[in-house]
C-alpha cells in the first residue's frame, strides 16, 4: 500500500527558511518471509514548489522468527544458534546503498540423541523470537539532493535477507520459518520560497579524529555579525553548540570552528551556520553533515551474489572471511590484508543465504553478515 501524506506546518523556529521548513512523506508496507527482492518507487520532489533542503529516508523493521532443532546423532551433543538479518537499499539517486545488519546468538542447546528427523520424530528444542521490533534504519541527506528534483519518479530496491545458522554441533536437523514487515517513508523537507542567501561563499565540514572540523568563508563582511554554529542528528531541529564573532579583513572573513564530537549518537551529523547580523536579522547557511558512526562499516555487494562478492572491510588489517551455509556447514575460508576484496566462490553455490563471519586477527573483532544467492 503507497500513501502519500502532506503536512504545511512550521516545524520550529530553527528552521531554514524564513517559512518554516514544509515537508512531503510518501511510504509504503512490504510484508515477506525475510528474503524477498522489493522494488518500488515513490514521486521526485516537483522544484515548482519550492526549495528542496534535505531528504529523509527511515525503514522501520520488524522481524519474527522461529527455529527447531533437533541431534540426530548417536550421543549427546551442544549446538549454538546464529540468527541473522541484513538490509540493504538502494536508490537510484544514491551512489551508496543504505545498509544495516544484525545477528543475535542462542544457545548452548544441550540435547541428547533422537536417531531421528525434526519432521519424523520429536523436536529436542524449539524456539520463538522477535528479532527486531520496529527496529528503525535512517539516513538524511543534503547535500546530494539533485537526483530527487524532477517530475518522474525515485526508484528504491529493497534486498533483505534473514537466515537461521548453526554454529557449533554436529549432526542435527534444523527447520527455521521467517515474516518480516517494513515500513519504509521518504520525506522531502522544503522552503515554499527561496533559502535565505548568507554572505558564505566557502563553508566545509570534515571529521578530524573526535572532532568536527568546521570551516567557512565569507565576503562583504561587516564589524559586529555573529556566526552561531548548530548542530543536528534529525534535520527537524538545531542546536547551537557555538558562536564567532566576525573578523574583517579587506571585507573577506576566514574561520574555523572544531566540536567534539559526542560519544552516543550514530549515524550522521548535519551543520550549519546561522548568521546574526548587528541589526538582529537572521540568514542561514547551508547544510552539511559528516558520519560519525563508530562502529566497523562491514558491507557486501552485490547482495543477492551470483559467483561472487565483494565485501569492505573498513580498514587495511590481517582479516579472515569465512563463509557458512544455511546449516552452519563451512563453504570456503579466506584471509585477506587488505580493505577491499572480492570473494570469489570456490563453487557453484546453490541458492539460499549464506552468512560470511569476518574475524580482525589484529584486534580480535568477529563480525557476521548475510547474504543470498539467486
Known sequence: MLCMLITAASLNANAQCATGLQQQSYNIVLNGTGNNTWGFSFPQFDPSIGTLVAVDINSVVSVNMKFEIANIGSSADNYNVLASRNDDISISSLVMPISNSFSQNFGPYSLQATQDTIVDGPISSQHFFSLLNNYKINDSISSAVAGFLGTGYVSFNYYPSSGVSVTSGS????????????????????CTSNILASDITKFNVSKDGGFADIQWTTENEIVGRTYEIETSTNIKSFDSIGAVASFVKDGIGNYEYEYPIPSGPSGKMLFRIKEINNNGYVKYSEIRSIDIDKREKIYLYPNPANNFININFDGAFDWQASIFASDGRLVQNNSFNTSHARIDFAQRLPKGVYFIRTFNRQTNNMKTLSFSVR
Open 171 to 190: 549432526n542435527y536437523d534444523v527447520i527455521k520459518t521467517v515474516s518480516d514487515t517494513m515500513t519504509i517513508t521518504m520525506t522531502y523537507y522544503y
